[in-house]
């Protein structure tokens, strides 16, 4: 929305401007923590120069709706998840050059909106959001990580913390490290009795 904002660490507060709820991925690397009382993170945000805005559900409900828009001119079979993510059907695609298709998706999102998204494409909906997290995290993929075979599949669960995976949460996830599992590849890779036997 604010063009002079790339780049800079920013942070986005709660309804009542009580607590971090969003921050970039700058304020992230310096360390700013989601659920933080903004008074508790003020030496933070003053030291660092963070910029701090108020929620605008208002704006964030519009953009959305300009990407979603956008989304559907990659695939008309789309499930909006949320405010700010949803799942393309890609099938019947070129599988050859579906990674490029990932990547003119990011390019295409960020000139139309002015919004940087990460696409991951995979088989299944839990490793596409694996797949988007790494894209989001290494700006060498241009945007978008395709996951599309065996090899490709583990580096990605290896690169994943178990706390990052979708459905896992902050409970299991200390289950799990207090049982040497950190990473989604170590979860993957236990017998599913025994996941089962803890998990249900």
């Not at 709820?21 to 003020?42: D, Y």
């Not at 003053?46 to 519009?62: E, P, Q």
């Not at 998706?105 to 002015?114: C, Q, S």
């Amino acid at each position: 929305f604010d063009p002079r904002l790339e780049g800079c660490p920013v942070v986005v507060l709660s309804n009542n401007d009580g607590c971090i709820i969003a921050r970039s991925n700058e304020a992230k690397a310096l360390g700013s923590a989601m659920g933080t009382p903004l008074f508790k993170a003020m030496p933070e945000i003053r030291r660092h120069g963070i910029k701090v805005y108020s929620s605008n559900y208002s704006l964030y409900g519009d953009i959305s709706a300009r990407v979603m828009r956008t989304l559907e001119a990659f695939s008309p079979d789309i499930e909006i998840y949320s405010i700010d993510e949803a799942f393309l059907n890609l099938g019947g695609l070129e599988r050859h050059g579906i990674a490029d298709h990932g990547r003119e998706l990011h390019r295409t999102v960020k000139r139309w909106t002015g919004i940087p998204v990460s696409v991951g494409i995979a088989p299944t909906k839990t490793l596409a959001k694996i797949a988007a997290g790494i894209a989001k995290k290494n700006p060498d993929l241009g945007g978008a990580l395709l996951i599309d075979d065996e090899q490709a599949r583990r580096q990605a669960l290896a690169a994943t913390d178990i706390g990052d995976v979708w459905g896992i949460g902050r409970r299991w996830a200390k289950m799990l490290g207090t049982n040497a599992i950190s990473t989604a590849l170590d979860f993957h890779d236990m017998p599913a009795p025994w996941v089962r036997g803890r998990m249900g």
